[in-house]
């Protein structure tokens, strides 16, 4: 007979491991006690030597689905006298710096779906069924250990009913914090958005509203979004008209898997995306036959579909019967809403009803996005169902805090030996983006309750992300370079020790010499980097005006290659005004330099005039790949021998002016240029491999959303020798630079001491 104390490390509150210890302990006739503290949790077992061994072998390899355990420690204590059963034990919370992670948000389980869909059943048609397998987690939680008390759920009273399946060890509820009913738990309401009540079952209601073409507010679990049916080509218009979004895709709720595969071609890779746990929005090609409106998504022949999160979104899409558009429940730009107070002022002149329940979002979590390129899944957009664990990611360290870039922000927080990254918080240029931003850093700070030896922000002094460094009075600082931190971020994303070679391509990155980088290759690791190429530096005439305007790009590019005596393009007739304005500012005192690739991808759409002007971030980009015909051309690569390494643009934009002055179509031009984009990064890794021995690639920065891009460069790196590095749990876009930002923080903290 012994005892042995077990310490399990990693994703394991709020995932059913308790009840899993209580069922594997019984069944191998062992006594003792489980529950959870700040560092996950951990149970004592007291029974013959070999069960306990056997408990030990196994605690891992049979865990909940929804768990994640990174480390199993136990040593032999003292055997107690007269247990005769396994016991779940209070939750005990302590004063010093949480270890454990909070569960993601997860989307409701088969079972639970059953159990709605049961007209005989208790929870029949009940809009918050969960249990141990799924429900809300991240959304709910106020601190840890994660019990119910500890949670937005505090607030409903568990009946006769739901208690005894929460204390039964048999249920698949029992210790499931969020279980109710409609006898005891949040309800739902249909309400004007002045806050005028609507008579009639809530979801028949909506559904009913939705049928005839208006917008509806639907409360999710991490805040608001916008309703309405996609067929609709007026009712899309209006959602864009009052949302203030002109042209950027909306995503698509459907009710099913077969549902989706009518509106978009899914491999086995994107359907099992959208049916897992975390149920994000998937881009896929759409079909020619799908019943959506073109102003759905006008630039591209990707839909996103995403199926529904929740019971209340199941029941929903399948009230209507019809294909929605489910789109963040904000202004562009701006948070989503999360609080039920700020309903009437920010969607009220969007919405003509809202769907709300009374269960309090603690924090907003935005829908994720991703797409399948090259044989694997990749996000774009991480938030509900992923966040906040990123898994185990480092050896154990000091506590980083990285506060990220401007565009697509996340925070990350290096604790222990786990990277804690929040959700998506949207682009840092609009104050109450700004606010949320501030929110989520305290926010963070307050559930692990952890001191941060270092602040960590990218080197850009006008980001209000360097700003908030500046000021915040947390550690001391630390600059990052943006595209250093992108190469960080995806060799800790890939769980690669070693330096690499980083093609880093992106729209911009403050560079030390106080230009803005972004077309670059560079050798090193979190420790330190080298530049070993990049684009030839070029103006950006009008700064982030370029941005905006593509057209501005197109003549800097223009003019380093052919001067002042530029060819009649025909895309920028009628902006013989503009020239010499332009051209003038194409001087040193005047404008910014950059080595962007992104602003290389905009000249060319410009040039193909695919787009002059963007309404929204990388829609130059996006227009130009979906414009994209068969690979049949290839661009001329020249490369100088200088150090760092200069890749020269003028060949390309000779070639492409040549292509549209004999009338190539912006087809052929597009998938070109892709080739070349994907030739010149091979060239500059073989170069690079000569001069440092290394053979591995890692690929970041926003230019790597492309899925043309990638299904030519992976394969010919591969093919080249190289082994490829590309990102996993993080985006490639600057979602993923906070965690690339607290690898650099938690090296240089080693190299100091």
């Known amino acids: 007979m012994g005892r042995r104390r077990l310490r399990i490390a990693g994703t394991v509150q709020g995932v059913g491991f308790r009840p899993y210890l209580h069922r594997l302990a019984l069944s191998l006739s062992l006594t003792g006690t489980a529950g959870n503290d700040d560092e996950g949790v951990w149970c004592e ?12 072998a196994r605690v891992a390899v049979e865990a909940p689905p929804l768990a994640r355990v990174d480390s199993v420690l136990s040593a032999d204590v003292a055997a107690g006298e007269g247990e005769r059963d396994f016991l779940l034990a209070p939750s005990t919370p302590g004063s010093d710096t949480v270890t454990g992670t909070v569960p993601p948000d997860v989307a409701a389980c088969p079972a639970c779906l059953a159990e709605v869909a049961d007209p005989g059943g208790r929870r029949y048609r009940y809009a918050f069924t969960c249990c141990t397998d799924c429900g809300p987690r991240y959304t709910v939680v106020r601190s840890l250990p994660y019990d119910r008390e500890r949670t937005s759920m505090a607030a409903f009273e568990l009946c006769e009913a739901c208690e005894a399946e929460y204390r039964d060890p048999a249920d698949r509820r029992h210790h499931a914090q969020a279980v109710c009913c409609a006898d005891c738990g949040p309800a739902l309401s249909l309400e004007s958005v002045s806050g005028e009540p609507f008579a009639g079952d809530p979801i028949s209601e909506a559904a009913a509203l939705l049928r005839e ?30 949302k203030h979004r002109e042209e950027k895709p909306f995503a698509l709720l459907v009710a099913s898997i077969a549902a989706a595969s009518e509106l978009v071609q899914l491999d086995d890779l994107a359907e099992r995306a959208l049916t897992g746990p975390e149920a994000p929005i998937v881009l896929a090609p759409r079909r020619e036959s799908a019943a959506v409106a073109v102003e759905v998504a006008p630039d591209t022949r990707l839909l996103g579909v995403m199926l529904p999160a929740t019971p209340m979104h199941t029941l929903l899409a399948a009230e209507t019967g019809l294909t929605l558009v489910c789109t963040s429940g904000n202004r562009s730009d701006e948070p989503i809403v999360t609080d039920d107070a700020r309903v009437s002022d920010e969607l009220g002149d969007i919405a003509d009803a809202a769907l709300r329940h009374n269960r309090l979002i603690e924090r907003r979590a935005d829908d994720s996005v991703g797409h399948v390129v090259h044989g694997g899944f990749q996000l774009l957009r991480r938030a509900r169902g992923y966040a906040p664990g990123t898994g185990r990611r480092d050896r154990d360290g000091p506590a980083v805090l990285a506060v990220g870039a401007e565009l697509k922000s996340t925070v990350c927080l290096a604790l222990g030996a786990d990277a804690h990254m929040s959700v998506h918080l949207g682009d840092l240029e609009h104050p109450a983006a700004l606010g949320a931003f501030e929110t989520a850093v305290a926010d963070m700070l307050a559930l692990t309750r952890a001191t941060p030896e270092l602040l960590v922000h990218d080197l850009h002094p006008e980001y209000l992300s360097t700003k908030f460094a500046a000021s915040a009075d947390l550690a001391p600082r630390l600059g990052v370079q943006h595209h250093h931190a992108h190469l960080a971020s995806c060799l800790t994303d890939a769980g690669f020790r070693g330096p ?16 803005l980088w972004g077309g670059e290759i560079l050798v090193g690791d979190a420790g330190g980097y080298e530049r070993s190429a990049h684009l030839r530096p070029v103006h950006m005439p009008g700064g982030t005006a370029a941005i905006r305007q ?6 800097a590019h223009l003019h380093e290659a052919f001067g002042t005596d530029l060819p009649p393009i025909p895309a920028l007739s009628g902006r013989e005004a503009d020239v010499v304005q332009v051209l003038d500012q194409c001087r040193p005192s005047q404008s910014i330099l950059t080595t962007s690739m992104g602003r290389l991808f905009d000249t060319v759409a410009a040039l193909c005039g695919i787009a002059g002007t963007t309404t929204y971030e990388g829609q130059a980009a996006i227009r130009l790949e979906q414009a994209a015909g068969p690979d049949v051309r290839r661009y001329p690569v020249e490369i100088s021998a200088n150090t760092p390494t200069v890749i020269e643009f003028s060949p390309l934009v000779e070639a492409v002016t040549a292509d549209l002055l004999a009338g190539r179509q912006p087809s052929v031009i597009s998938s070109a240029l892709h080739r070349w984009v994907a030739d010149v990064a091979v060239a500059s890794a073989q170069h690079a491999r000569e001069m440092s021995g290394l053979a591995t690639v890692a690929l970041s920065g926003g230019v790597f959303q492309n899925r043309r891009l990638m299904q030519l460069l992976v394969p010919d790196l591969e093919q080249a020798g190289f082994e490829v590095l590309r990102h996993r749990q993080v985006p490639p876009n600057d979602g993923g630079i906070a965690l690339g930002q607290a690898a650099v923080g938690r090296a240089t903290l080693s190299g100091r001491g």
């Open 45 to 56: 077992i007291q029974g013959r030597r070999a069960d306990l061994d056997e408990f030990e």
């Open 213 to 242: 073409g208006r917008i509806v507010a639907v409360k999710g679990l991490g805040g608001y979004q916008l309703a309405c049916r996609a067929d609709d080509s007026a009712a899309v218009a209006r959602l864009r008209r009052r």
């Open 500 to 515: 690499a070679i980083g093609v880093m391509f992106d729209g911009m990155g403050w560079g030390p010499d106080g230009t």
């Open 550 to 555: 593509p057209w501005r790009m197109a003549l």
